[in-house]
């Protein structure tokens, strides 16, 4: 424990390593004045309002619409969406005037949120839907939903997936609890809209400090004398794997629930318990979870990528002796995939799915329609995930350790 105590010391003994760590928090002020500068109340005059009595006032406003979205709701919902739209406020062409029709509709414009996803084409959203709809068509909101699939997988989608996987993506429609149950929830849409940038940021940073946990020896040309102790092929060599996994552990758990605690001590915890359906960011999802069961994807499939990147750049240390080459590692594996993305290639989007710059967006991959075929069974990328990169992972550390402990000492 000693000879890991002095690896991670010598870590946190460099200037670079105190300022990488001065550079997270600086990360997590700007994220939390953009989250307080973006959640706005309106109020009846058309002025914006920010700041945190200004969120205690939209939360106040939105929990009068708290419960099960049961027909009636919608219905209602719809009923005053359509009267506010009638309003000369909503109808005016001056800016000012239809922020004051847009205050009378912000406790409800989740749901709105929700009837402009569900009434429209499955890959379009008018803003303005919502106002030419009949309280009566409240009756199909649910049926909607999985009608709107259906029709995407029979036109645009129907190149996209086998038969396998446009039945498995269905039945993941039809599994959704109804009524859907809604509640304030803006303390964890701001969560894990920000949460992709906070892990990666803290992977790159983690990646620079163990970047010389390796390589240090060999840059000093210390190498020769740690080789030759006692313990430095065996214990010494542990010590350095250790404190890698130390400083890792410590460090992105501490910066996560510190981000945790600030952004829903501000915005609050309401809403852990509602589908991630019950907002238009997770509408479309087809994993049947809580906001909750989201967060703990989250930050656990974060921890896990960030462990995967940082035995990566270790491993890269300990094989070539340079501190240099092995911090790009996180930066390849991160900003590589982006170049990538966005390709109507089913195919390179199934690769683009596995790699591990998806563990550290968990809330985009519970969004995508990622589907894998494995032994005649349909196959969603979360589990997949989670599995591939644990065997790796278990993998990669024993290939350190026997990398390290077997360096030739040159003069």
Known sequence: MIMTYYEIKKVFSKK?????????????????SFIIGDNKYVNRNGDAESGISAMLKVRELKKEWSGELTEDVLRKIIEENVRISQTPEAKSNDFRQNDIAYSQR??????????????????????????????????????NRIKNLKNWLETDGKDQFSEKEKSYLIRAYEKMKTPLYYNYQAGWKNLFQYSPSIIMILTLVLGFLCAGIFSGEFQLKANAVFYSSYYGRNKAVWAKVKAGA??????????????????LGILGVDGANCPIQSSMSGWKSIYNITNAQEYILIVLGGYLGCLFMQSLTMLVSAKTNSSVIAVIVPFILIFLPSFLSGTSLPLLNKILG????????????????????????????????????????????????????RKEVYN
């Not at 300022?19 to 928090?25: C, N, P």
């Not at 009837?115 to 309280?135: K, Q």
């Open 246 to 263: 130390i400083i890792i552990t410590a460090i992105y758990w501490a910066v996560m629930l510190l981000y945790t605690m600030l952004v």
């Open 106 to 143: 912000q406790g409800f414009m989740d749901i709105r949120d929700l009837l402009n996803c569900d009434y429209g084409e499955f890959n379009d959203y008018n803003y303005y839907l919502a106002d030419s709809l009949s309280p009566d068509e409240a009756v199909d909101f649910y049926s």
């Open 16 to 32: 670079g390593s105190k300022v990488a760590l001065i550079f997270i928090f600086i990360v997590i002020s700007v994220v939390l």
């Open 354 to 405: 596995l790699l591990p710059d998806q563990m550290l967006q968990m809330n985009q991959v519970v969004k995508f329609f990622n589907l894998y075929e494995i032994g005649g069974k349909v196959f969603c990328a979360v589990p997949i995930l989670i599995i591939s990169y644990s065997i790796l992972l278990l993998l990669i550390v024993p290939v350190i350790y026997f990398i390290y402990r």
